[in-house]
């Protein structure tokens, strides 16, 4: 199994531009969510899927859009990057919400 | 407010000590505590979870006691190594996952 893999590892973007960032598991967990890391605080959580075709925002989502078309992905967008986005960039999966959550390695992603 | 908040900030050990690593939360209401830890460069990896009715849980060296009463956890780690250098995250589940802003682990020879 590969567990929770993410693309891409690294990203530079000018503030207005837009990219996707991708993420996959292989575990057949339903629960799938985005976490925003940044110096000093603690994980936060931009949005959440409870199982395909179903998503809801979490404590950060201004500026982001998930999608869930299948068990397996869940790319998160970010429509018009903005400097404050500038972080590293965790997906993480879960049988459900009370279980132990697998991480994928992160995106860094910067905006200039 | 749903708070997570560990001690020390920091903290620098003699490989081969041991150390014990501090977590007080105010979430309610609570379902489980979780312990993380994050090598750097690299997403968290799961070390122990408990439900309220759990005491103690280890994970090899890693040992996690909770105090539901009190509402107070402690990860003990015995013998360190220095692949033990790493931020270690606290995190109490209920309807959502709130995460502590870590400890930050350095161990030296």
């Known amino acids: 199994n590969a567990g929770v893999t993410q693309t891409p590892k690294f990203q530079v973007l000018k503030t207005g531009q837009s990219m996707t960032l991708q993420c996959a598991q292989d575990m057949n967990h339903e629960y799938m969510s985005w976490y925003r890391q940044d110096p000093g605080m603690g994980l936060r959580l931009i949005h959440y899927s409870v199982g395909a075709g179903i998503t809801d925002q979490g404590e950060v989502p201004n500026g982001y859009n998930v999608s869930r078309s299948t068990t397996e992905d869940f790319p998160l967008r970010l429509l018009s990057a903005a400097p404050s986005q500038t972080s590293v960039y965790f997906c993480?999966?879960?049988?459900?919400?009370?279980?132990?959550?697998?991480f994928g390695p992160g995106t860094r992603l910067t905006v200039l | 407010k749903n708070q997570v908040e560990q001690s020390p900030q920091s903290l620098i050990i003699l490989e081969g000590k041991n150390c014990t690593l501090q977590?007080?939360?105010?979430?309610?209401?609570?379902?489980?505590l979780r312990w993380y830890k994050q090598d750097t460069g690299r997403g968290p990896v799961s070390l122990t979870i408990m439900t309220f009715s759990e005491n103690t849980k280890s994970n090899g060296r890693y040992t996690a006691t909770l105090d539901a009463d009190t509402k107070q956890s402690s990860l003990h780690i015995t013998a360190s190594q220095l692949s033990d250098s790493a931020s270690y995250i606290c995190?109490?589940?209920?309807?959502?996952?709130?995460f502590g802003t870590g400890t930050r682990l350095q161990v030296f020879p």
């Open positions: 995190v109490v589940g209920h309807d959502k996952l709130i």
């Open positions: 993480a999966s879960s049988y459900s919400l009370q279980d132990t959550q697998y």
């Open positions: 977590c007080n939360y105010t979430v309610s209401p609570f379902s489980n």
